[in-house]
């Protein structure tokens, strides 16, 4: 399946992502919200935001792979934060940069919205991914 990712003149730029994806398919991938617990869902790590949502991104790779999916078939990616400030967006981008190689998440990005909110369901979750992806 290939994903046609593209910004579209007049669209503003610079960002760290494309404004828009186009692709055909017939199997819909979403993957629910990720946070940084390994396998057991007994371990938080590590408790920065950058760590967090590296952590988080590896956990969404795997629900793409379960589903036979890669971060080059996602079409929109959104990130919840905790408290989130344009101070922040250092960090954030260095979690996103961090692993961008070892999961082969496309540069730029695919589409994507980074929401703040107050809190998510556990006082020490800073970060949640979720991902939708197509395949044919």
Do not use: C
């Not at 935001?49 to 971060?71: C, E």
């Not at 979690?95 to 556990?122: H, K, M, N, R, W």
């Amino acid at each position: 399946m290939a994903v046609e990712l593209f910004t579209p003149e007049g669209m503003f730029q610079p960002v760290p992502y494309h404004h828009v994806s186009v692709t055909t398919g017939t199997r819909h991938v979403h993957v629910a919200g990720q946070i940084a617990r390994n396998e057991h869902a007994d371990h938080l790590s590590p408790g920065d935001l950058a760590g967090q949502l590296a952590h988080a991104l590896r956990n969404t790779a795997r629900g793409l792979a379960g589903a036979g999916a890669s971060f080059s078939d996602v079409v929109r990616l959104r990130f919840f934060v905790t408290d989130w400030e344009p101070e922040k967006y250092t960090d954030f981008m260095a979690g996103i940069e961090s692993v961008v190689e070892e999961l082969g998440i496309p540069q730029p990005l695919p589409p994507l919205s980074a929401i703040g909110v107050d809190y998510l369901f556990e006082p020490d979750v800073l970060v949640e991914v979720e991902a939708e992806a197509i395949l044919d």
